[in-house]
């Protein structure tokens, strides 16, 4: 079975500081990974996605990740925090099956403080 | 730029009502899912759709029905509410035919069963 943990429901960063939410994930296929980010009260906006052609993936508003295959990892950085990064975080896994729906993570949320 | 609509941001209905959920995509994708929201639990299938007309469970179907009769269109039905099925409710479409593919996900609508 395919499954996404992440580690942390919240985790709260200083302005200019490192962030850094992780992500592991288990699949018996080569996965396809995604994160996502969700403002409040808004729906999901994809960050970035691991499609096996690069481990590390660039995103947008500076995040990037880096996959692991040894350590079933997916995890999101940002060299430095903003104030307009607080938002909920889900990383997720492709299935491979039920139309490719997604496999989220339970979330975290970014707080970040001036 | 692509978009997924839902029809209602905010929704408050009674015990025992039926609720109609609509999304709209105008991406031409075949594959559109409904998902439920809920604290701590990420994001969960309720159902999905790959064509017109054609539908399957998810992992959360029950007390929900779905309808797809057009390409751009799927409707949640909650065919009788309850207070259990309070929840934040995210559309999504994805189509083309690589794995890869990100889904692109509606605003939500954020239902309250009293």
């Known amino acids: 079975a395919q499954s996404v943990t992440q580690l942390g429901s919240h985790v709260s960063v200083s302005e200019g500081a490192l962030v850094l939410l992780r992500c592991n994930y288990s699949?018996?296929?080569?996965?396809?990974l995604f994160w996502y980010v969700q403002y409040p009260n808004q729906g999901l906006q994809l960050l970035l996605k691991?499609?096996?052609?690069?481990?590390l993936v660039k995103g947008i508003n500076g995040f990037e990740a880096e996959f692991k295959k040894s350590e079933t990892s997916f995890h999101l950085t940002k060299p430095s925090a903003h104030m307009s990064d607080a938002a909920e975080y889900f990383c997720?896994?492709?299935?491979?099956?039920?139309?490719?729906?997604?496999?989220f993570g339970q979330g975290t949320e970014l707080s970040v403080k001036p | 730029d692509v978009k997924v609509t839902q029809s209602s941001r905010y929704l408050v209905k009674r015990t025992g009502e039926k609720v109609f959920l609509e999304c709209v995509q105008d991406?031409?994708?075949?594959?559109m899912f409904w998902y439920r929201q809920d604290p701590g639990l990420g994001l969960r299938l309720i159902y999905f759709s790959y064509d017109v007309k054609m539908k399957e469970k998810g992992d959360i179907p029950e007390g929900y029905s779905v309808s797809r009769e057009k390409k751009e269109r799927f409707s949640l039905i909650l065919e009788s509410a309850s207070t259990n099925q309070t929840s934040m409710y995210l559309c999504a479409s994805t189509g083309g035919s690589r794995s890869y593919n990100e889904q692109f996900f509606g605003p939500g609508t954020r239902l309250t069963v009293l």
């Open positions: 997720a896994v492709r299935a491979y099956n039920q139309g490719g729906k997604l496999i």
């Open positions: 699949s018996s296929v080569p996965p396809y």
């Open positions: 691991y499609t096996s052609a690069a481990t």
């Open positions: 991406m031409d994708h075949e594959n």
